[in-house]
């Protein structure tokens, strides 16, 4: 079994933000399976080649995500190299996808409460490039949505990183590294 998480923040002011990237990459893996509540956070299941997939939407803001994440791969004894996290992150441009097997969090808050919780950086993330901003401040800057002369880039980042994360589902993450890490794909 293996298990994808999206992060972000709940509540509709944060729906469309930069910071809910991994919400926006869920919802398109999703292929429209329902969610229920469950793990402080909303869990769907779903099946890809024949294996079980959970898709995990933490619902206790970015910063705690990892308390909730903790509680769902210790129930379903899920390893951390079984799970992929899936984020924005600054330090790319918008449009730019990274994949890899394990790392520090980077300055992001929600990977560094998974790592802390999880007491592992052995999973897998996939790093959303949203872009670092030049006039606004960095933590006001990802809770803003994406501006009209944004929306083709990230629509089609979203776009790609759902399939990376569905060649991931399938055992195929070399595969997806090589496609989805390449800068000309950007």
């Not at 984020?87 to 994949?99: A, E, V």
Request: hydrophobic content about 40%.
């Amino acid at each position: 079994m293996k298990c994808v998480v999206g992060l972000g923040n709940p509540g509709s002011q944060y729906a469309g933000t930069r910071h809910n990237a991994g919400f926006m990459v869920l919802h398109r893996l999703s292929g429209g399976v329902s969610f229920r509540s469950a793990f402080r956070g909303e869990l769907a299941e779903t099946q890809v080649d024949g294996g079980k997939i959970l898709l995990f939407k933490p619902l206790t803001y970015m910063n705690l995500s990892g308390g909730a994440v903790t509680a769902l791969v210790a129930y379903y004894k899920i390893t951390p190299a079984d799970v992929l996290v899936i984020c924005d992150d600054m330090d790319l441009p918008l449009g730019r996808l990274r994949l890899r097997a394990r790392g520090s969090a980077g300055g992001h808050n929600g990977l560094k409460s998974i790592i802390a919780s999880l007491g592992a950086d052995d999973f897998w993330r996939l790093r959303i490039g949203v872009g670092r901003p030049l006039l606004h401040d960095p933590a006001r800057y990802v809770l803003m949505r994406f501006g009209s002369e944004e929306k083709e880039a990230a629509e089609s980042v979203l776009t790609r990183a759902a399939e990376a994360a569905a060649l991931w589902c399938r055992g195929r993450s070399a595969e997806a590294m090589n496609i989805y890490n390449r800068v000309e794909d950007s």
